[in-house]
Nanobody, 124 residues
């Protein structure tokens, strides 16, 4: 069983930056794809970014490409999401998720383990 805990959320002004962390416990996640998803109030959960187990292939939602960067440190069993040039519309609860596969893509249903989420609020 993999337990995921997100941290790093908070309140930031438009144009600012935040770095989210997803710390895993229970198992090493070096063989897991890890993704970030988000859900804004009244909206469905949406894909943000994903990184393969080897740290190779990554993918981003069009809305965040060029502003967000996903990375991982398998030695620390942690995955990060660096968010720059934040916009009001990035406001959401951000979740990390993991799947024991090399690359699981952008579909949330592919991920078996989920964290509780961290709130990101961007003021306009």
């Amino acid at each position: 069983q993999v337990h995921l805990v997100e941290s790093g959320g908070g309140l930031v002004q438009s144009g600012g930056s935040l770095r989210l962390s997803c710390a895993a416990s229970g198992r090493t996640i070096s063989s897991y794809t890890v993704g970030w998803f988000r859900q804004a109030p009244g909206k469905e959960r949406e894909f943000v970014a994903t990184i393969s187990s080897g740290g190779g292939p990554t993918d981003y939602a069009t809305s965040v490409r060029g502003r967000f960067t996903i990375s991982r440190d398998n030695a620390k069993n942690t995955v990060y999401l660096q968010m720059n040039s934040l916009k009001f519309e990035d406001t959401a609860v951000y979740y990390c998720a993991a799947d024991q596969a090399y690359y699981s893509g952008s579909r949330g249903s592919s991920y078996h383990y989920w964290g509780q989420g961290t709130q990101v609020t961007v003021s306009s």
